[in-house]
């Protein structure tokens, strides 16, 4: 890799749209425009830029179409563009209207350092309410397989055109006209089938109230269907007020998602850009098999290649990019993230609890976070079935290295919300079980090794699995997703084992957020409220090694990484297959800086925290080793636990399957070969 720091080391391309405010009828004067514009979009390392609909000309000009010196100037200007742009990066996408066999088409003209690549007609032309556009087109729907002269050039004409970059082999491009977009079933949904990852719809689209909205969801749909990027750009200032008007709207979308939209209404020239992730699309397609079984939409197509030769310099990032993936920036879509994941949790607990019959739920309450979130969806289930609160019954533990703070919130969070609990002393147990396996630390020597650590586990499993025999209950898992992946668990016991485990789908990212809002959505009492804040402020620990003077020695953080980058590694690995240098460059992206994208609402300004290179890089090698090679086994034997995140599942049988035997050679090798180490 010659430059770690450049997006297209990392299969990102960055895309344009742009408009201007066009001169009707003069090709010349808009030519002037697409070359600065062109000029705008390579100095920012553009790869490709997308104008509007018949921008040389203009598109509301109606019969002046037809006008011959309209048409041959437009191909003199064209020449023109192509001399402007020779040493220009960007592929340019721009329409006009061009004559072949006699019949008039409305074009989007592909170019790339001065020659023509290709030619695509509209297919779909608008002739209803305030359109009229066969009077002069005539559609390009069936022309296949033909070729125009222009310029002095033979250049592929027809709808059955991809353009390639041959360095650059994920870019295929694909180009539809507005009306396209439209009709059931658009010309870029077989462009897709064909290859294309990159869609160009070139747009005069005149402005209704709520007109936008429908396009948005119109680009968004298509893009999410045929699981593309796609660059919509509309015509806007200059076009005719004759009878209608126009806002200019410009957008780029990547697979449904929004990566930028632009203000409508613009003044003179403006140029939208963000960076289109091709990895994610190639991956989606690649793991979405049934977009491939949709043959009878799979035409033929011809491959119009070029050498894209990109600049490797560092130009930053430009797309939207989440510091928490599982956990979204913009507030409403937070809310509704966290509704559905408490419900999610609480419907199956409720599903599981109702078909078997249990009368008792049983929970070893920890005062951490992960028991915490477990008990609040027990709580809203016993509710929700009215079977009474104390029929959760929820156990303290202590351990060798159990803080009082801890102890004392869950005896508090427990007496709060009304269940039965009990405080059950598990060191005599556990200085018994050392003492029999002859443990050093029986002996007095201060030995806290895996097998301290895992007896306490052990032992609290013991009493919670014969307790919920004991009275007729099944026991609640409190076991994560960020758990689950680094398998930070004890096998067979701890929090890997339970009846039902309704935590199994939640990064702990999302679990710390729940809990807040838990807290704001005051569902249970305020006195709870004032616990659960307390337990979100406390450290994350297993607390199995026995603490100094009252203060926890175990930060689990300091011995896996932080959970905020552990999950951030996690949904770009698992829901996207991505390799870890590219997880790198894109935690590098948001997390180098606090000042770096969107903080959660009310997030805590001491908390806000950056990560160095080589921290990310460190703690993604630890994520790849435990995720590949260590921790599959954990999960192949993990409890039933309801999928929550679209992000992505570890259930062996829900989601993710991968050997118990696995290692992470290939992994840890292409992370250390390509992310320097500052
Ligand atoms: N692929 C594979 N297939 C079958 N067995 C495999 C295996 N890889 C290791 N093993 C065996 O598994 C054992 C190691 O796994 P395991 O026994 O889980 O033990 P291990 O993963 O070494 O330790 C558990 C860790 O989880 C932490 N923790 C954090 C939070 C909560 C809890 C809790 O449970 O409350 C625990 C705890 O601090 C400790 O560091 C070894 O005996 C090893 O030989
Ligand atoms: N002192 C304890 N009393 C009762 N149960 C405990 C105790 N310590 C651990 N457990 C049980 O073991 C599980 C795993 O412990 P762990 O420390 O990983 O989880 P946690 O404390 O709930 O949350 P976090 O992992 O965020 O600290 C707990 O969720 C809890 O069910
Ligand atoms: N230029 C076009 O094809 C415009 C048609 C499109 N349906 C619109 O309403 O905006």
Redesign the pocket.
Known sequence: MKNFYSIYEHNLLRGATCNFTVKLADPFANSQQIIQLANTVDKQGGGLCVFPELCLTGYSIEDLRLQQILLETTIKTLGKICQDTKELSPVLVLGAPLVFKGALYNCGIVMHKGKILGIVPKSFLPNYREFYEARQFISGQYIRQEEMNLLGQTVPFGIDLLFTAKDYPDFVLGVEICEDLWVPVPPSSHACMAGATVIANLSASNITIGKADKRTLLCQAQSARGICAYLYAAAGQGESSTDVAWDGQLSIIENGQVLAQSERFPEGQLCLVADIDLDILRQERLQMGSFHQNESARYQYRTVEFTLNPSLEDIGLKRPLERFPFVPSDAHRLEQDCYEAYMIQVSALKQRIQTIGAKRLV????????????LLVAVQVVDELKMGRDSILG?????FG?SSE??NN?EALMEALGIQWQC?D?RPAAEQMLKDMDHPYAKGQAVYDITFENV??GL??DY?FRLANHHNGIVI????LS?LALG??TYGV??QMSHYNVNGGLP?TL?QHLIRWVIQSERFCDQAGGILQRIIDTE?????IPSQDNKTLQS?EEKIGPYALQDFNLYYILRYGLKPSKVAFLSYSIWSDIQKGTWLDGFPEEKKKAYALAEIRHWLEVFVNRFFAFSQFKRSAMPNSPKVSAGGGLSPRGDWRAPSDGNATIWVNELLENVPEK
Do not use: F, H, N, V
Not at 477 to 480: A, I, L, N, V
């Open positions: 929970i070893g309450i920890s005062g951490g976070l992960d028991s915490t979130q477990a156990y303290t533990m202590p351990g159990t801890t102890k869950a059950l598990i306490q586990a609290r499993t919670l898992g409190t076991g994560d758990e930070w668990c701890g929090d702990k679990i994350i620990s297993p607390e199995l689990t």
